[in-house]
Every structure is written in structure tokens, then in C-alpha cells.
């Protein structure tokens, strides 16, 4: 069951973190095709994500993840970011297409909106020279040479992958006490982001991943954890849609999203879910995000029972300003992000019970967690703050949580 904050507030996080160095090299030399024994390295793994668990229970985050240190992904030159795993989990994929980049343009459903490449970002393009500059700070990570392309049916071959996450997961929890935990999983809008050669209509293939994916969805509640659906597919696909696409264009998109979402999720627990959604981990502008309070209809049209949401970094703060014109509904809870990870100034813990408490006037303080905007690592490969900093940022998400506690209660 979803906790409430009934005697103060609850503190968790939006998912990856760091991976220590050593597992960083074995997930390169595993992925790389590297002489390595498994056996050896799924010990290392199990012991990895049973320190995190520990680690976040050290520092009181009240409902930790594993990590998302079993979602590998691939070798750093091919497959690197947050949503990559579910490539090695899902059948009826060619591994050789066009990479992210390199996408040909394509019509997506409704109304054949034309999808881009990434590389066709409005942000990317305003701020060309500084993305292209790798001393700037916001690169995105390695790009893939290779990106798979649906070929044949869609289906779900992760069951012994999930299988030993949440086992590693578990074995993590039950060593600390712990009794309850999220685990990530992928939205089936931000997994069906590859080209599609097998369907006859992009609807068939949305709802396929749908169907494969609610297999991963469904192991989670059944291990009687939290899942946490991952979709930044939704907000950020604006900034590659409009312009030249209308508005009303991009949110009949995003709103054919939901619906696969909700049939993915369709007879599972709400108050067993959490939906997060972010503009994008990477460290970039954002001059081109969509408002909050344009998509938040959206948001809340998802079947869960809790809502994780970017609210501390400089683009997206005043959007808690939202929540006093929209009713939060009832029996839902929030997971604002009150620490960034898109900067490595670590918040002070007055400025973080700040954010709580604005929030929690507002909503009513039972009904928030604090926690962050996004994920600390974008993947294996990919961090976007020191771990040192992600664990002080940690420290003071904590910290101002206990400091809004004595101001609510």
C-alpha cells in the first residue's frame, strides 16, 4: 500500500542512482563482450544494490529504490541511457537500426504528427554551439551507433532479468528492515521510442508494448513492491514537436500515451503505482519545456496513486504554483522533486522545507513525499552529479523534510 506522510513527512527519491565504480566497469566489460564470470558478477551486483538499500537507509529515506543498478543496459557505445534496458527485454527487436540521432522522420499517431530525431530539439538547435562543446557541462552522453527496430511480434523476455532485480531488491530490504521500496520500469510510450517495421498502424504497436510491458509492471506489485512508471517521453517530446506541430497536435499525442499507459496498468493497484514524469534528466537549457499546468490534466488522468514531479530546479519551481489552482484528486499523493539533479549546488535544508511546506499547505501535508526531480544517473555510464553530491543532496533532502515536519505538525 502507498504510505501516507501521517506523522511527518515521508522522503524517497525518483530512481537511479549512481552505480559505484567497480559495477560501472564490470556492466562495460559485461556488455562489451569482455571475459567476465557471470556468476562473479551477479554476486557484485546482489551486493551493490543491498548498499544502496543500506546506504539510503543510513541517511533516513524513508522509502528507498535499488538504484536501477540491474538495468545494465548495453556497452557505452551503442546503449547508455535510462530507458535502454528495455531493449534486452523485449523480443521481436533488430538491434541494427539508425541510431537516436539519426532517426528518419516519422508519422506517429494521431493525426500522423511527423516525429523527428532528437537532434531536431528546439533547445538543441537554439543552443547548437554549447551542446556540441563537451567542456559545457550538458552533454547527453555517448551516443548509439545501432538502435533496434520492431521486426516481429512484441514481446516480454525479461522475466528472469526482473526476476533477480527484485530478488537482489528484496535480499537489500530485508537486510535493512526496510519494508517497503520502489522499483522503475519503463512507460510503454517512452519504450515504443524506436522504429517500428512490423505493425500496420502505430496504435497496434503501442498497444503491443503495452501488453509486454504491463508483464514487468505486474512482477513488481506481485513481489509486493512499488512501481514507479517512468515517462519523460511525455513532457519532453515537445520540445521536439512544437513547432512546428500546434499544441492541440502534441497533446492529442501525449494524451494517446496515457491511454496505452492506463490499458498497461488496467486491474493493477493504484495505490501501488507511482507515475513520474521529468523534461529530460540531461543538463541543458529547457528554453522550450512545456508548462505544468498546460499537461498536468494529462498527468493526472494516469491510474495511480502517486504523481513524481520536477519542482526544484530553476525551470520548473515556480510550477508548484500550479497545485493552487488545481485539486489534487482525492486519495492521490505527490512526489515533488525538493533537490535537484540538475545542478551541483546542494540544496540547503531551509530552502527544502520551504518547498515542502508551500506544497503541503496546499495539498495537505499527509499527501506529499518529499523527494527529487529526476534520477541522479541518466545510466550506468552517465551521471549527473558526483556521487559524493548526490548522497549530501540526499542528506539534505532528509534533513529539510524533518525541518517541514516540526513546521506541520
Avoid at 541517511?59 to 545494465?72: S, T
Avoid at 539519426?102 to 528546439?122: C, E
Avoid at 512499488?226 to 517521453?233: N, S, W
Wanted: glycine letters at 8%; proline letters at 6%.
Amino acid at each position: 500500500m502507498m504510505r501516507y506522510s501521517r506523522d511527518h513527512i515521508l522522503t524517497s527519491h525518483a530512481g537511479s542512482l549512481p552505480r559505484p565504480t567497480a559495477l560501472i566497469e564490470a556492466n562495460n566489460a559485461r556488455q562489451g563482450g569482455g571475459n567476465i564470470d557471470e556468476a562473479q558478477y551477479q554476486e557484485q551486483l546482489k551486493t551493490a544494490v543491498v548498499d544502496v538499500v543500506r546506504r539510503q537507509k543510513e541517511l533516513g529515506v524513508d522509502v528507498p529504490g535499488d538504484g536501477e543498478y540491474g538495468k545494465a543496459m548495453g556497452h557505452r557505445v551503442n546503449y547508455g541511457a535510462w530507458w535502454h534496458y528495455s531493449f534486452q527485454r523485449l523480443g521481436g527487436l533488430d538491434p541494427t537500426g539508425p541510431g537516436l540521432y539519426d532517426m528518419p522522420a516519422r508519422r506517429s499517431l494521431p493525426d500522423q504528427v511527423v516525429l523527428t530525431s532528437f537532434a531536431d530539439r528546439r533547445d538543441r538547435q537554439r543552443f547548437a554551439a554549447a551542446y556540441a562543446d563537451p567542456e559545457s557541462g550538458i552533454t547527453t552522453g555517448p551516443r548509439a551507433r545501432m538502435w533496434p527496430v520492431c521486426v516481429g511480434p512484441l514481446t516480454y523476455t525479461g522475466h528472469d532479468a526482473i526476476a533477480r532485480d527484485i530478488a537482489n531488491f528484496k535480499a537489500g530490504l530485508d537486510a535493512c528492515g526496510v519494508e517497503e521500496g520502489f522499483m522503475t520500469a519503463i512507460a510503454p510510450g517512452s519504450a515504443s521510442r524506436i522504429s517500428n517495421a512490423y505493425y500496420k498502424t502505430e496504435e497496434e504497436f503501442m498497444f503491443a508494448c503495452a501488453e509486454a510491458m504491463r508483464e514487468e509492471y505486474k512482477a513488481i506489485i506481485d513481489a509486493g513492491l512499488t512501481l514507479q512508471i517512468d515517462d519523460a517521453f511525455l513532457a519532453t517530446f515537445y520540445d521536439v514537436m512544437v513547432p512546428p506541430h500546434t499544441f492541440a497536435e502534441y497533446k492529442a499525442w501525449a494524451s494517446f500515451r496515457v491511454d496505452a499507459t492506463n490499458e498497461a496498468i488496467k486491474g493493477l493497484p493504484p495505490e501501488r503505482i507511482r507515475y513520474h514524469v521529468c523534461w529530460g534528466s540531461w543538463n541543458g537549457p529547457h528554453t522550450n519545456d512545456v508548462a505544468l499546468k498546460d499537461i498536468v490534466d494529462l498527468i493526472l488522468r494516469i491510474d495511480a496513486g502517486a504523481y513524481s514531479l520536477e519542482m526544484a530546479n530553476p525551470r520548473h519551481e515556480h510550477e508548484w504554483r500550479v497545485w493552487e489552482n488545481v485539486k489534487l484528486p482525492a486519495g492521490k499523493v505527490l512526489l515533488p522533486g525538493v533537490v535537484t539533479h540538475a545542478t551541483n549546488i546542494v540544496e540547503h535544508p531551509e530552502l527544502v522545507a520551504e518547498r515542502i511546506v508551500r506544497l503541503a499547505k496546499l495539498v495537505g501535508r499527509e499527501r506529499v513525499i518529499a523527494s527529487t526531480d529526476c534520477g541522479f544517473a541518466q545510466g550506468p555510464f552517465t551521471r549527473r552529479v558526483h556521487p559524493s553530491i548526490q548522497w549530501a543532496k540526499l542528506k539534505s533532502l532528509v534533513e529539510g523534510a524533518r525541518i517541514a515536519s516540526k513546521a506541520l505538525w
